[in-house]
């Protein structure tokens, strides 16, 4: 399956992972971003307003699901990856 893959994808995945992994606080700070400016087009409020047009078009609405879905994949591998590292943290402490 992996060969099937492009290049492209398998270095973003690597690269993700490792600012995931790196950086944990930034991630979740883009995650945060990404999940609110997606929401941004679902909020009746925005799209009656001067750039209700744009915001109400399918292609905003498409573009906005995409973020949220990324930003919940950040935010969940962010948790996953915090998680792994307690438990090893806590399993190496209890070895010695």
Known sequence: MLASAPVWLLNACTALDFLTSEHPKAMSIISAVLITAGSLPAIPA???????????????????????????????????????????????STVR
Request: aromatic fraction near 0%.
């Open 46 to 92: 925005l799209t009656a307003g001067a750039g209700g047009a744009v915001l109400a078009s399918g292609a905003a609405q498409a573009i906005g699901a995409i973020a949220v879905g990324i930003g919940q994949a950040l935010g969940s591998s962010v948790a996953k990856n915090q998680n792994q590292n307690q438990n090893q943290a806590h399993a190496s």
